[in-house]
């Protein structure tokens, strides 16, 4: 998988290099600016071209005067601007602005640099093709403000292309948040190692295309002991999917419990059962309140659909607990809680259901709710389970609002999974999957047309599918994770972001675990 860091992260591997290891911080910042200098002559032709080259007075600033040298013959011109007084820069950055002026003189016609030191000496900037944004870095945190400020907010209102060094300036690299004003990149190249402010939070939509380059750090310097945050690749889904027998039959290959639906709720429980089937459980018996039954078993034919007792709301009885525990002594793994709707003795059944499963449990949606205001009892589980919230329903069970899970989704994700002793799958963009442990991984996969109703529900069935197979629960959760979002991508592909509904990301399902196959 790929690792994840911290801005503090960041600053301890360049602090161990440069002073236990005595890799010259010059030589790191030498390969940072010809990297970045690469990278943007990869991505755009840039002979004709006029490049502008924005850089502040730090570290940031001083990658930005390498690229300079290194692009000064490539393009028709490149213009660099400094953000206030270069009596401001130190050390490294210091010494590569001193060279990149030895540069400038022997160039003039291709190779500018000047200072700029209020808002308005910006307008006088001719029109660049290119912006290399290399103002604030991975340092940053808080409110960008002054001149800083007006420099984001001047580089995006230009129609030209944009390569943010490390990180677009005003993103926070550790949390993806910003404070103001934030470059809009169409490339960051991120140095020695990805930021999780690149993927989450407005980071994700801010960065573009995200390219790691390295500059010198060994690996050996760059490890995260405990609880890392990690982003999955598809081979490392692929050595976790289970292998199928030759003598398989539908009950070895995994049974799958689903007790969902409701009255009102018919289509929840037909998509988490059929997406488990689709996975590639061999058997999966579903159980729902009576009314509903019909209505169910008309959309899903392969799938076992039992009538359960119902309460006069039309949601599952606790007449129901007797059919119900002898199928869990069936099941592989079970899957609970979609479309079932609020009830009294629903909530009761879910709660007595969860605590007495001898397997892995999927709990989602109004089974979550039922645990809102008792989630300490999911401690008292002797058997796996993942929690597969979106940010209201983990806000709900945490006491804190939805908006504070939205802020910082790794954070909660992993407090939620050590106070709950679970695996939580926080949904969204991105699904992030925490462990007790403390590890998180953030999904690679998906996109924002899968922001419709029922997504959430194909992706609890496909989690259960994998745990029935045999995968551990703990990594079910973000693999299936990772193949929900690659069948959306397959959807989108075909549909479009608008058009595509959560029976096309359950379609692509095969598509997507083939596709892992072959990558």
């Excluded at 490049?51 to 730090?58: A, D, E, N, P, S």
């Excluded at 009102?264 to 996975?279: Q, W």
């Excluded at 009294?344 to 949606?365: F, Q, R, W, Y």
């Excluded at 802020?407 to 925490?434: E, W």
């Amino acid at each position: 998988m790929q690792l994840l860091v911290t801005a503090d992260q960041m600053r301890s591997f360049d602090r161990e290099t440069i002073e236990r290891l005595r890799v010259p911080g010059l030589l790191l910042m030498e390969n940072a600016g010809r990297e970045c200098a690469r990278a943007l002559e990869h991505a755009v032709d840039l002979r004709g071209k006029r490049v502008l080259i924005v850089c502040g007075r730090g570290n940031n600033g001083g990658d930005g005067f390498v690229i300079a040298r290194h692009l000064h013959r490539l393009a028709q011109a490149v213009e660099v601007v400094l953000l206030g007084s270069a009596s401001g820069l130190k050390g490294d950055a210091r010494t590569n602005f001193r060279a990149l002026q030895a540069f400038a003189r022997r160039t003039p016609d291709r190779l500018t640099v000047r200072a700029v030191r209020s808002a308005a000496a910006l307008r006088s900037i001719p029109a660049p093709d290119v912006v290399v944004d290399a103002i604030l870095g991975t340092g940053f945190a808080g409110e960008v403000k002054g001149l800083p400020a007006a420099a984001i907010e001047w580089i995006n209102r230009r129609k030209c292309f944009v390569l943010a060094v490390d990180i677009p300036s005003g993103v926070d690299a550790s949390t993806g948040r910003t404070g103001g004003p934030a470059v809009r990149a169409d490339l960051t190249v991120t140095l020695a190692a990805a930021k999780i402010g690149h993927f989450v939070g407005e980071g994700c939509d801010l960065s573009g295309r995200v390219e790691v380059k390295e500059i010198g750090i060994p690996d050996f310097v760059m490890r995260v002991p405990r609880g890392p945050v990690l982003r999955p690749r598809a081979d490392d889904v692929r050595i976790l999917l289970p292998a199928r027998e030759r003598t398989a039959h539908k009950y070895s290959a995994g049974k799958v419990l689903v007790i969902a639906g409701s009255r009102s709720f018919t289509g929840a429980p037909a998509l988490a059962a059929e997406s488990a089937l689709r996975t590639g459980s061999g058997a999966v018996i579903l159980g729902v309140p009576s009314s509903a039954h019909r209505i169910v078993a008309r959309k899903v034919a392969e799938v076992i659909v039992q009538p359960l007792d119902e309460t006069a709301a039309g949601t599952v009885g606790r007449g129901s607990l007797d059919w119900v525990r002898e199928r869990l002594g069936w099941a592989d793994a079970v899957a609970i809680g979609p479309g079932m709707g609020r009830d009294d003795e629903t909530d009761a059944l879910i709660v007595e259901t969860v605590l007495s499963a001898p397997c892995p449990v999927v709990l989602d949606a109004d089974g979550l709710t039922a645990f809102a205001q008792r989630p300490h009892l999911l401690r008292k589980r002797k058997h796996p389970t993942v929690l597969t919230p979106h940010a209201g329903e983990l806000g709900r069970m945490l006491g804190i609002p939805s908006s504070a899970i939205e802020s910082d989704r790794i954070h909660y994700a992993r407090v939620a999974a050590r106070r709950f002793a679970c695996t939580v799958v926080l949904k969204g963009a991105p699904t992030v999957a925490a462990g007790p442990e403390g590890r998180v991984v953030v999904n690679a996969t998906g996109n924002p047309g899968m922001a419709t109703i029922g997504s959430g529900d194909v992706l609890t069935g496909i989690i259960a599918g994998l745990i029935a197979q045999g995968m551990a629960p703990s990594e079910a959760g973000w693999a299936g994770a990772y193949v929900h979002g690659l069948a959306g991508d397959l959807a989108r592909d075909r549909y479009g972001i608008r058009g595509m509904l959560a029976s096309d990301i359950l379609s692509n399902i095969p598509g997507a675990l083939m596709a892992v196959h072959v990558s």
